[in-house]
């Protein structure tokens, strides 16, 4: 239900489209609030607009549990992404009301604002700044389809980027975040959930370019070309080589040219292509791996530059996120319940970036809990079995109730 409710937000089809920072991200924030509220739970919000919705515990001097998610999604995404986990956390929270019992220690559902870095070149925007890491500068990333900056679409919706400047974080606790698998693993194997163990970190050029010359399709000839697309191609073509080098060297690693743009209003059908745009991302939980990456993209360009005259890569500006390892302690944690369900769930990567990267480089005790899904995600196509989410909350659920706290 909640799920169904926070998807009839959407700036249209297909799909769903929730941006960060937008009047339909905030919409959907007081949707849950309004659940929260109906719980019995205590809501606040931070400096940038992140949601607490706190059930006491038995002990108050006990680690608080963290669980939940975010509800922004990529253009034209899918149903489940970030959806999912909010839902999951308040599913625990319904369940021991329901059942009239008190956590052992204050559950906390959360619900980050912008983790899609799709629209701002900043990873984990929301969570980064509850958890005192988003820097000034961050707060002065455009986004994308607006050109204003993170401070500026954080006031419109009501807080405030000068005191997110300077917030004092809440003590490091644990954090568990649900989310949907988004990859094949589960879905191929049959398994409904999983036990996340590390989360890869990436390296992102967001607005790379080729540049070469323009000319006549039927008048420039092959030889001398400095054709963009054809350059582009070497580039990607390389690069999968690369790719494919390094994970026979045992490397860890993918690598994804995400968006080509050769269709400005300078390019027409009679004219070699003077222009390209790019975008590359390339992740591994081996910071490492991306360096030498990077490195080895390096090389390549300057192979073709030199065999192509005329065409020059920019890059642009890169961006990053840390690899980050999850907490063993929280991930048998999870684990021990999943047993009291007869469940031996596997542990495994995750590709995608999630929130609770940022919480475990903040120091938290952080895990995460898989969901089976298939049909891709970021898409609309996304699918998801909610008996499949309610298996993995029920074991959450045992955890917290019949073992205690790790």
Not at 24 to 46: K, P, Q, W, Y
Not at 234 to 240: E, K, N, T
Request: one cysteine or more; charged letters at 25%.
């Amino acid at each position: 239900r909640v799920i169904e409710r926070v998807n009839t937000l959407s700036a249209g089809g297909p799909g769903w489209t929730r941006p960060s920072y937008s009047d339909l991200e905030s919409a959907a924030h007081a949707m849950i609030e309004e659940e929260a509220i109906a719980l019995g739970l205590t809501v606040t919000r931070d400096a940038a607009g992140n949601l607490f919705a706190r059930m006491r515990g038995a002990d108050p001097q006990a680690e608080p549990l963290y669980v939940g998610s975010h509800l922004d999604t990529v253009a034209e995404g899918g149903a489940y992404d970030g959806q999912a986990g909010v839902a999951g956390a308040l599913a625990l929270a319904a369940a021991l009301r329901a059942e009239g019992r008190v956590p052992p220690a204050d559950l906390v559902v959360v619900v980050t604002r912008a983790e899609e870095s799709v629209w701002f070149p900043v990873s984990y925007a929301g969570s980064r700044a509850a958890l005192g890491l988003l820097s000034r500068e961050e707060l002065q990333a455009r986004r994308v389809d607006t050109q204003r900056s993170l401070a500026d679409h954080m006031r419109d919706q009501g807080y405030d980027p000068e005191a997110v400047a300077t917030l004092v974080p809440p003590p490091p606790a644990r954090f568990l975040e649900f989310h949907i698998e988004q990859g094949p693993v589960l879905h191929m194997a049959g398994e409904a959930y999983a036990i996340v163990t590390a989360i890869r970190g990436g390296l992102r050029y967001r607005s790379a370019r080729v540049n070469g010359v323009w000319a006549h399709s039927g008048a420039a000839p092959r030889e001398g070309r400095a054709d963009t697309v054809v350059a582009f191609s070497d580039l990607v073509m390389a690069m999968d080589r690369v790719w494919a080098d390094m994970l026979a060297e045992g490397a860890d690693l993918t690598v994804t040219f995400g968006r080509v743009d050769a269709a400005s209003a300078a390019h027409a059908m009679a004219k070699v292509a003077g222009k390209l745009g790019f975008c590359l991302d390339m992740r591994s939980s081996d910071a490492r791996l991306l360096d030498e990456a990077d490195r080895r993209l390096r090389v390549e360009i300057a192979r073709i530059e030199a065999a192509r005259p005329g065409i020059r890569f920019d890059l642009g500006q890169q961006s990053r996120s840390k690899p980050a390892a999850l907490s063993p302690a929280m991930a048998d944690f999870v684990a021990r319940g999943a047993a009291m369900r007869g469940d031996s769930p596997r542990r495994m990567l995750s590709g995608g970036g999630h929130d609770a990267a940022a919480f475990a480089t903040a120091g938290w005790k952080s895990v995460m809990v898989f969901i089976r899904n298939w049909d891709g995600s970021h898409c609309p196509e996304e699918g998801m079995d909610f008996e499949d989410l309610a298996l993995a909350v029920e074991s959450v659920h045992n955890s917290l109730c019949g073992e205690g706290s790790p």
